[in-house]
């Protein structure tokens, strides 16, 4: 948007600028003899001629920036249509002046200096955007000091335009040295030509054209001025400009230079264009490594690229499938005349390499091989993938000795790009498996959130809050409650053995068998041998399940509980100002899957009281260790609890993971954890 603004608003400014010069220059020829003062006369038409000049500047300096994808051939050509347009209408003026030469209207100052002002227009305008154009290419893979030496140069040519638009009258001499000073830096500048080492055979002749055309019309502008120098009305002669002067010298010097350059190389333009080439094709290659493709996409890039770089006429790509099948990806060349190939070359190392029988350490000592017939040249190369031979590469030639060790080297380098890009594609391959595991595990973590419940069912009497964290994805941790009846309220607790996504699936179950027991509304005891069966019959045999079973009564103010083989909860009596764990025995579920596992099931009542507090909890939290392998412990639980004896149960249960974080200095808890907190 900046740039369309600069560009309109330097069009309109040169413009105007041009109109008030010409407008001035003839108002001062007609009238400034004897009404105007000649200070003034003289001054206004070189503010108004430097002030184009700027402007033009400006301009073609936004146009060029504008268009930053223009390669140098197109800059060249930009120069040729605007020295041809300009060129065309100065041709113009000069055929008015060759036809009407004897008339006397020709002869009349104020036309003069009309056709004159055009002129300078198209002068200036050739000569500012060639200047602009020369300027990218100069500054093209630019260091900090050719950049301080090109601002030098254009400030000060620049600045001078102004000081000599207001101070007329300064010292030949010096002019002379300013110039001789410009000129100097002309020919330090001049050898700044990076950009035609990129230039193909075909583009430097068109180079060399479109130059030479150049400096054809910056001579016929010059010839142009000088003409009209000979003519003693006019008000400016822009040959009196040191500005002008020094751009021509500038304009002249820098294309000469430049075609001898060109000129000079020539000769090895078509060996710089195969290195770009190779360039070219090893980029393209590399960008393989960070975009990988298929296999066979890959294989394909790579046979392409090396036919390109060392001219084969033919070649194939020889794969080895997991099932030790053989496929051929071809070019120029068929699969009988490669079998044909193979048979004619019964021994030595393109043999080995074509028949996968390539070892990475083999000592190569040669790469090709002569045959009889179509081609008579073979190169062979192994293709490495995880130190194992995956691939083949033969390139074929229709002449003898068409192959040599530099062309290896750069079929090698392709290869071993090659080779990270089946690496990079088959660890991106197992990346996006993982991915989608992962993903699935974020779907089962968020079913198995949803499993836990948002808040747990209590009396008005009481407050309860729980909380489960799994050490991965997901866990085998699981706490519920519900309520049974209107005094009554089963709080459950379980931890299922194992880790991870099988310990999340048998939690599934747990919480299915709960919901469905819980209707019967049984007794801790009962409830207990009935969750055992159910669960006997879906448990894998190496599984079993910790768990503890609460029935609060509110009326009776007594809880009831019984232990399958789980952590023993701990109980604060605000009466006696103590933390105690509950006593009881108990044994996993499903560990016995008969009727000898009703033996093991103890139920046992406690009473309580307000501000008494109950904590259930797993073995993840009291397992937990520190960095010298310490366990927080029953006591670090224990401790905790005491702490915070005063507070609410989320209070309580923060404090109590805050303790647990600080003794094991934030890492990783080992197993899944979960607690619940109850406070009457």
């Known amino acids: 948007m900046y740039q369309k603004f600069n560009l309109k608003i330097s069009f309109f400014i040169a413009l105007l600028s041009w109109g008030l010069y010409a407008f001035s220059d003839l108002y001062f020829i007609q009238y400034g003899q004897d009404e105007i003062n000649p200070l003034v006369a003289d001054l206004l038409p070189n503010i108004f001629v430097s002030t184009f000049i700027l402007s033009v500047l400006n301009y073609y300096r936004s146009r060029i920036r504008k268009a930053e994808s223009l390669n140098f051939a197109n800059l060249l050509w930009r120069i040729f249509v605007t020295g041809l347009i300009t060129t065309l209408i100065a041709l113009l003026i000069q055929l008015i002046f060759y036809l009407f030469t004897d008339h006397p209207m020709i002869k009349q100052p104020m036309l003069i200096n009309f056709l004159y002002h055009i002129l300078v227009a198209l002068v200036v305008i050739y000569m500012i955007s060639t200047f602009v154009v020369w300027k990218r290419l100069i500054l093209y893979q630019k260091s900090k000091r050719l950049l301080q030496l090109w601002n030098f140069f254009e400030y000060g040519l620049f600045g001078g335009l102004i000081i000599l638009g207001v101070f007329r009258d300064l010292n030949d001499q010096f002019l002379y040295f300013l110039v001789i000073v410009f000129t100097i830096l002309s020919f330090f500048l001049a050898f700044n030509l990076k950009w035609i080492a990129y230039l193909s ?81 090893f980029q393209r290659l590399s960008n393989l490594v960070a975009t990988p493709e298929s296999e066979g996409a890959t294989y394909r890039h790579l046979i392409e690229s090396a036919m390109n770089a060392v001219l084969a006429e033919a070649a194939w790509i020889e794969r080895k499938e997991e099932d030790n099948a053989h496929s051929f990806i071809l070019r120029g060349v068929t699969v009988d005349e490669v079998q044909m190939i193979k048979q004619s070359l019964s021994t030595g190392y393109v043999n080995k390499v074509m028949f996968m029988r390539a070892h990475g350490e083999e000592q190569i000592k040669s790469y090709f091989s002569f045959l009889q017939g179509r081609y008579q040249s073979a190169m062979a190369l192994p293709i490495f993938l995880e130190n194992r031979q995956v691939a083949a590469l033969v390139l074929l030639h229709g002449v003898k000795d068409a192959f040599n060790l530099d062309l290896v080297n ?271």
């Open 201 to 281: 055979f075909g583009q430097k002749l068109k180079s060399i054209l479109l130059i030479l055309l150049s400096g054809i019309y910056l001579f016929n502008f010059y010839l142009g001025l000088s003409q009209f120098s000979t003519h003693g009305s006019l008000q400016i002669d822009l040959l009196d400009s040191l500005l002008i002067i020094q751009l021509f010298i500038f304009l002249f010097i820098y294309p000469a230079i430049t075609v001898l350059v060109i000129l000079f190389n020539l000769p090895t333009s078509s060996v710089v264009e195969r290195k770009l080439k190779e360039a070219v094709e």
């Open 410 to 680: 750069i079929v090698t380098t392709y290869i071993n790009q090659i080779s990270a890009a089946l690496l990079n594609a088959r660890l991106l391959r197992k990346t996006i498996q993982n991915e989608r595991y992962q993903e699935q595990l974020k779907i089962a973590k968020l079913v198995q959130k949803r499993l836990l419940p948002d808040e747990l069912a209590h009396h008005a009497s009481f407050d309860i809050v729980g909380l489960s964290k799994p050490t991965e994805e997901v866990g085998g941790d699981y706490y519920d409650g519900v309520q049974l009846t209107d005094d009554k309220y089963g709080i459950f607790i379980a931890d299922v053995s194992g880790k991870g996504t099988s310990a999340a699936f048998n939690m599934a179950q747990m919480k299915g068998v709960f919901h469905s027991l819980t209707q019967l509304n049984l007794s801790p005891t009962d409830f207990i041998i009935k969750a055992n069966e159910a669960l006997g019959k879906c448990l894998e045999k190496s599984s079993f399940i910790t768990a503890a079973y609460h029935v609060i009564d509110v009326t009776s103010r007594t809880i009831e509980f019984v232990r399958a083989g789980h952590c023993r909860a701990l109980q604060y009596t605000s009466k006696d100002q103590k933390a105690q764990f509950l006593e009881g025995k108990g044994l996993g579920l499903g560990i016995l899957r008969n009727k000898t596992y009703d033996n093991y099931v103890h139920a046992q009542t406690i009473d309580y009281c307000s501000g008494d507090i109950l904590v259930l909890y797993t073995d993840g939290i009291i397992e937990a260790t520190n960095d010298f392998g310490v366990a927080f412990g029953e006591e670090g639980l224990r401790n905790s609890l005491i702490n915070y004896v005063g507070m609410s149960p989320k209070e309580i249960m923060k404090g109590i993971m805050d303790e647990l974080y600080e003794f094991t200095s934030h890492k990783m808890v080992e197993d899944d954890y979960s607690a619940v907190v109850i406070k009457f």
